[in-house]
Structures are given as C-alpha cells and as structure tokens.
C-alpha cells in the first residue's frame, strides 16, 4: 500500500487525497484527541512534524524555516513562519490514531485555538524552555481551565544553548501551581541535550545525534537520588486523585504499577495532576517516549464526561445515534469548502444523510476523511470520538450540528469579543459587492472577525483580535480573492446630547411660486433622564412657560437611549395631524445631530406652540419647522459629544507595567485597578474607543509581544472640552470639502 501512495504521490504530487482507504479503521477507546497549545515560537507546529514522523505518518520531517511542515501548509502561515489557522493532524502509534490539533500561539489567531478547544480531549501546553510560561501559555491556560481540560507540560527547546531548565520549571509551578509534577527531566539540557530520565518508567532514555527511537537504560547512579525523589512526588500527586488510591498509598506506602498509571490518569482528568514531560522538538528528542505516555495514559473520548447539547447530555458512545459537530470550516483551493468535524456519538459512515439542525437541510456525506494537514486520507466510516474532515455540504458551517436525531444541536463554541478595529474599502468603486462576499467567506473560516456595514459611520468596519490579525485578512483580500483594498481609520460612534434646558422656535416659510409652505414650531428642549416626571413649567432667560402635555411619545432609540416628545399644544395653534411631522423633523436630526451629525440621544422635546397657513401648511413645511427649531434649541442647549468608553484588562509581565501604565494615561485611561495574577500584573482601565486605535500593537512593541489585552464596551462620557473642540473643528472641515 506505502509504495502506491509514494508512487502516487510522484506522479502527481499536488492532490495529497489517497483515493484508496489505506488507513486501518480505530475504535473510540483507541483514539486520542490532543491540541497542541502554548505561546507562538514554543515550537507546537514542529512538535506536531516529530509526532506525524514517528507514527510513519510522513517519511521526512519538514520544518518551518524551510515551509515544509505538514501543519503550516498556507502559503500565508508559510510566509510568516507562524500558524495562523489551527490544523489537524493525525498520527498512528501503538495502535491508536492520535488527532492533533496544531493551534496558532497568537493572541490575533486565538480563534484557532478556541475552536480547537472544543473537540480535544486533552492540551499539550508546549514550553519554550529559554522563557518559560509566556503570554501565550498564560491565556491559554484561562481557556483550558474555564474549559477544564485535562494538561500536560511539554516543554521544549531543550537543545537550545539559552535553555534554562529551573526557571522555566519555576515558572510553570508559579503559574499552573503543583499541580505541575515532573514526569521527566532532562539529563543535559542545552546544546548538547540528549537524554532525559523518566520518573514513571524509572528509566533513562537517550537518543541518537538525528532523535528518534532511544535506547531505553537504567538510570545512572549519579541520577538515582533525584529520580527517586521525582518518582515519589509523582506517585503521591497520583495517589491524591482517588480515595481509594490514597487509601492503597497510605497503606502500602507506594502504588502498584496499575494503581499508579490509574492515578495518573483520574489526576489528569481531574486536573489534579499536570505532568511535565521533555523535548526538543527540533531534533526529534523525547516525541516518542511523549506519543506512548499519551497512547497508555490519555483519556480516550470515551473515558470522558458526557458533552452538552442545549438540554440533553451525550455520551461519546459508538452505539449512539450518529451525530457530528462542526468545529473548523476552511476553504482550500480544488476543493472549496471543507468542514471539519467530531464524531460526538454513533458511527459516520461514507453515503450516509443526516440532517443539519441549524440549516435544516439534509446532507449527504458523500467522503470522509482522515486529515493531517492539507493531506486527506480517505476512510469509509469514522467511530464516536474521532475527529474528521469533508467536503460538498451545502451550507454547513461552524458550530452546526450533523444528526440522525434533528432535536440534537451542540452547544456552539463561544468565541472572543473583537478587541481591534478598522475601516476597510476596495480600491475600486465596482468591487463592494465582491468585497462583500469575500468578508463574508472569511467570517466562515474565521468567526472572530466581525463585519459591520455601519450607516452610522458611511464605513464597512471589520473588527478583529488585533492589527495582525486584519493584516492577514487584508493579505487573503489581496492575494486570494483579488480584491484590491485599503485599510481606513475607524470612524468612532459618538454621540450627541444636551445638558440643560432650551428654547427655540422657527417659522418655516416659501411662498414664492408654485405650493406655499408654511409652518411655525416652538419647543423647548431638555436633557432625558430615566424617572423623570412631566414637564409643567419651564422658566428660560427669565421668562416662564406654562406647560400642559396633552400627548407623549417615548421612542427607545435604536442607537441607544430615548427621545420623549411631549405634544403640549394648547389653543389648536398646530394641528395634531401636523404632530407627526414634527416629530419626523426631530428624528432626523436626531439621526444626524447638529454638532457632528452623529446621532443624538437622552432628549425630552415639548412642543408647546406653533402656527399654520390655511393653505400653505403641510406635512414638509412643519418637517422642517421641527427639524430647525430643534437643531436651534439643541445648539442653545450646551450640548455635548458623548464618546464610547471601554473598559480595558491588559495582561503585562511585572517588569513592563510601568511602560504600559504611562502608555495607557497617554490615552486618557482612567486606571480602575492592578492586580498581580501570577507572575502577571493585570491591569483594569477605563478607554475612550478614539484612544485604542492600533493599540494591540502598540501594546505588543512596548512589552515584545509579551502581553495580551481584552476590551468591551462599557458606556458613553463626554468627551473633555478641548476634544469635543477638536471634533467640530474636524466635522466643519469635512462639510467644507463636501
Ligand atoms: N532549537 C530549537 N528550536 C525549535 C524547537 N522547536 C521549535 N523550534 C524553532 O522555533 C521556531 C518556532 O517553531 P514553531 O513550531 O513554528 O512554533 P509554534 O509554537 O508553532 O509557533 P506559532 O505557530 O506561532 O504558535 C521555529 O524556528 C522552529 O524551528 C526545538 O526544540 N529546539
Ligand atoms: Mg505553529
């Protein structure tokens, strides 16, 4: 079978599908599903090479320096040298296929790594043992944690002269707490780095000059001290992650090979337990020592709890009804869009119709395949459990639910608020519509772009997870889509208000040639506040207006907050048909307030007088009496910009919070609080939005990429008076050009 897929893979090398099924069929107990987590540069994707290579998977291991790793198959991620989407993998080792998910380290790409989250099983949180827990490990470790998953160390780069074994130890205990036991370390890190003792074996592993398979000895006398000391550590952390056990420990002073293997086990499920483990991935060292503790130890799908759709619970049961949960679509060049799947129960079978619970559409999985990269092996079924691609659905996307049961839908991953934005506009007027769809195929592939046609702003506003992250997007414009475009700076959504209470009137008059308009609106106006009770006098430059409302009308504004129109026309000196009018008029500059023409809000409007023609006044004349005479009082009314605030979290190593603290004040942050979070100082501010434009990168030139930031929004201010200064000057400018 291996010499026709070679020969087939010479004569032609582009299709990487094996048409023939070629892969042996897994049950669920022998499947293992692990995502490679951690920060960018720990080495996740050349981990996940050495594994493919020691299952037999791929004959030679690329690496990312040359662009030919399995799993950075983009030509994007190949010219960044960085995963940018998650990717699936698979590896055959003592009959179990292990699926891995390669995530990007990135916070920009977090979206890959959220998704992953969702159908594996177990992390390897990868450790660039030169810095330790970086950025990257930290918000990956809150996600794992919120979504309890079971962790296990690998820390890497172990080869690498600036290797520092203590501290990076340290700081995973710093950090992940002694949950974090040794299951291995190495014998001489650094560059000379080829041997590690393993503290569940007890025995030294020390491998060739190329890595690969080690010869396995006993333990060194110099070593057997400190092994032992490991050893006991371990099985007691083991021990502690079951009653009974403990009862077995206690007793008999240690575990029995089986009772500690099973300690090891519930401890990682519990989370009780994070073994730690050494390689470098680089050159091949400790990957398969790593693959056979997963294959004998790792909870397999089935092993673990029952998974959450709406409110039904599913056991990863093969006997199950058949049902497939979406949790990655992407498209690919030849083939369009491919979606990738979990077998959550029962058994998917090639030919076989489910329905799709969100579309309702039925679907034929006309292949299934088992995936590593941009390769896909053709399989005729896959079993609960596993984890699987396919291609022709029609309409299926992320977080879709496949079933044989049409009551059943997954609960959906939970993606990230946006934390960056920008205006984008294709180069060429013609292109919106291409533009449209393009930002639309994207937002399949990635759900945490966000895509906004504003009419407030006039802009098409993409929001993102940072600068990059918009970069890459603009780079598949450019480059896959053809679309010639151009990133604009994001109009911010002010808004409008008044603070005190004013008067105006205005008589709206043509009456020369053709229909005659006439109308006459006085109103006074004042700032809205929830609780308050109806206007009955009003006293303004001295004078008083007795006030009687007939008529009110509370209008939620759709762009938040209220306008309450108050008809107080006594005497009939407008018509109440005319009322209407009115309030059209006032709306619309509403939508486009008097002092920037963003919209305005929180207003109450007593319209308490006014006159008519007999002939002349009409449904236009009193629109735009209303529309004036508020535009008037509104401007008489010190009226003032409100802008979005946000409250902001950054996340920064202690030894650069003062750079980003003096950063933030810079852009008028009020500082809420600082708390140390484990080696981490977090840092909690209140932003206006027109202060974060570009922030994630700034925020990562200040700190080298060493801190991350959240943002949502938390209320409108008003804007400081040289601001709201700066803003008119900025909006008369713009009217002049027009
Ligand atoms: N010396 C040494 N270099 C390594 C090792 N593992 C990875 N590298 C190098 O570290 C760099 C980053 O490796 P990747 O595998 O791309 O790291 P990653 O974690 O996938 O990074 P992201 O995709 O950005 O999250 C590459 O230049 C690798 O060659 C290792 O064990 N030793
Ligand atoms: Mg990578």
Redesign the pocket.
């Known amino acids: 079978m291996l010499f026709l897929q070679v020969l087939f893979r010479k004569i032609i090398p582009t299709i990487n599908v094996y048409q023939f099924y070629s892969m042996k069929s897994y049950n669920t107990n022998q499947i293992k599903n692990v995502v ?1 987590v ?12 050495a594994m493919l290579f020691e299952g037999g998977v791929i004959e030679r291991r690329g ?3 040359s662009k030919s ?1 399995v ?2 198959f983009k030509e994007i ?1 190949q010219n960044n ?3 940018v989407f998650s990717a699936l993998l698979y590896t055959e080792f003592n009959d179990h296929k292990i699926n891995i998910l ?5 916070d920009d790409f977090i979206g890959g790594v959220v998704s992953s989250l969702s159908v594996a099983d177990t992390a390897l949180m ?1 450790i ?1 043992a030169q810095n330790g827990v970086e950025v ?1 490990a930290e918000v990956h470790g809150r996600y794992l944690a919120r979504a309890s998953k079971p962790i296990i160390f690998v820390v ?5 002269e600036k290797v520092n074994w203590e501290k990076t130890i340290e700081s995973i205990r710093e950090r992940f707490g002694n949950h974090a036991v040794l299951a291995q370390y190495p014998v001489n890190p650094g560059s000379g780095f080829d041997a590690v003792i393993d503290v569940v074996t007890m025995k030294m592993y020390r491998y060739p000059s190329g890595g690969g398979k080690p010869q396995i000895v006993d333990i060194p006398d110099d070593q057997k001290d400190q092994a032992a000391e490991f050893h006991a550590q371990l099985i007691e952390r083991a021990a502690e992650s079951d009653e009974s056990l403990m009862e077995q420990f206690f007793a008999n002073d240690t575990l029995t090979p089986e009772e500690f293997q099973k300690g090891i086990k519930g401890g990682l499920i519990n989370r009780g337990l994070f073994p730690v483990f050494c ?5 091949n060292i400790g990957t398969d020592r790593l693959l056979e503790f997963i294959t004998q130890v790792v909870p397999s799908p089935d092993e673990l709890p029952a998974v959450k759709a709406g409110n039904k619970e599913v056991k990863c049961d093969k006997s199950g009804t058949p049902a497939m949960f979406v949790f990655k679509t992407s498209m690919e060049t030849h083939i369009g869009e491919i979606n990738y799947f979990k077998v959550m129960s029962g058994q998917i079978s090639e030919g076989m119709d489910l329905v799709n619970n969100t579309t309702k559409n039925k679907e034929r999985i006309a292949q299934i395949f088992a995936v590593a990269g941009k390769n896909r092996n053709k399989v005729p079924s896959m079993v609960a459990g596993d984890l699987g691609a396919t291609v022709k659905l029609k309409g299926t996307r992320i977080n879709h639910t496949l079933s044989a049961d049409t009551s059943l839908k997954f609960d959906p991953i939970v993606f990230p608020e946006p934390k960056y934005r920008t205006a984008i506009k294709p180069l060429s007027e013609g292109d919106e519509e291409k533009l449209g769809e393009a930002l639309q195929r994207m937002n399949y592939e990635d759900p945490t772009i966000r895509i906004e046609y504003s009419k407030e702003l006039k802009q098409i506003i993409l929001s993102g997870q940072g600068e990059y992250h918009m970069n890459i997007l603009k780079w598949h414009m450019d480059n896959i889509f053809k679309i010639g475009t151009e990133f604009l700076l994001p109009r911010i959504p002010y808004r409008e208000t008044i603070t005190k209470v004013a008067q105006a009137d205005y008589r709206h008059k043509k009456q020369s040639g053709g229909a005659g308009q006439f109308g006459e609106v006085h109103m006074i106006i004042e700032p809205y506040k929830e609780g308050d009770t109806k206007p009955t006098m009003y006293k303004i430059d001295g004078k008083e207006y007795k006030i009687s409302v007939r008529d009110e009308e509370e209008i939620p504004l759709a762009w938040g907050g209220k306008l309450i129109y108050y008809n107080c026309i006594v005497g009939g000196s407008i018509d109440a048909r005319f009322m209407p009018a009115i309030l059209k008029g006032i709306m619309e500059k509403m939508e486009e307030g008097p002092l920037t023409g963003s919209y305005a809000r929180d207003i109450r409007v007593c319209v308490y007088d006014g006159k008519m023609h007999p002939v002349d006044s009409n449904e236009i004349s009193f629109r735009l009496a209303g529309r004036n005479a508020f535009s008037q009082a509104f401007k008489k009314a010190n009226p003032k910009i409100l802008e979005p605030i946000y409250l902001v979290e950054v996340l920064v190593p202690s030894d650069r919070m003062g750079d980003v603290m003096s950063d933030l004040q810079g852009r008028r942050a009020i500082v809420q609080g600082m708390e140390s979070e484990m080696g981490f100082q977090k840092i909690t501010a209140r932003v206006p939005l027109a202060e974060m434009n570009k922030y994630s990168t700034a925020l990562s030139s200040l700190t080298g990429g060493r801190a991350i930031y959240t943002m949502k929004f938390s209320e409108y201010e008003q804007v400081p008076g040289n601001v709201q200064d700066e803003l008119l000057k900025a909006y008369e400018a713009e009217q002049d050009e027009e």
Do not use: F, I, M, R
């Open positions: 490679l951690g920060n960018s540069g720990s080495g996740k994707t050349t981990l996940g090479e690496d990312v320096e790793t799993s950075d991620e040298t960085c995963s390669d995530a990007p380290g990135l990868v660039n990257g890497n780069h172990l080869d690498h390689v470098s991935a680089k050159k």
